[in-house]
């Protein structure tokens, strides 16, 4: 079993910063790329950024220069850096990992979102 948990979500106002992270744990034997999406309401779930095994990023035009994606590999987790928040980047945020499983399944997760609301 493998699972994506997701943490640092909350209630920012405009130009504020939100750091979210997430976690993978269970049956892994190695991750392949990670990103993380967001969906916000009445809206189609969209890449926000991803970051490759090797280091290797590509961001939204939407949030070029103010978030940053990072993950330590030794730990299974992905981190975003949200820095000159909008209201527009109000939504609920997901974690998606590529995942080889220790039985060698080459499978795609998803975390359980987490909301982030920019709002004064």
């Known amino acids: 079993q493998v699972q994506l948990v997701e943490s640092g979500g909350g209630l920012v106002q405009p130009g504020g910063s939100l750091r979210l992270s997430c976690a993978a744990s269970g049956s892994i034997f190695s991750i392949y790329a990670m990103g993380w999406y967001r969906q916000a309401p009445g809206k189609q779930r969209e890449l926000v950024a991803a970051?490759?095994?090797?280091?290797?990023?590509n961001y939204a035009d939407s949030v070029k220069g103010r978030f940053t994606i990072s993950r330590d590999n030794a730990k299974n987790t992905v981190y975003l850096q949200m820095n000159s928040l909008k209201p527009e980047d109000t939504a609920v945020y997901y974690c998606?990992?590529?995942?080889?499983?220790?039985?060698?399944?080459?499978?795609?997760?998803w975390g359980q979102g987490t909301q982030v609301t920019v709002s004064s």
């Open positions: 998606n990992a590529d995942i080889i499983t220790a039985t060698m399944s080459d499978l795609d997760y």
């Open positions: 970051i490759t095994s090797g280091g290797s990023t």
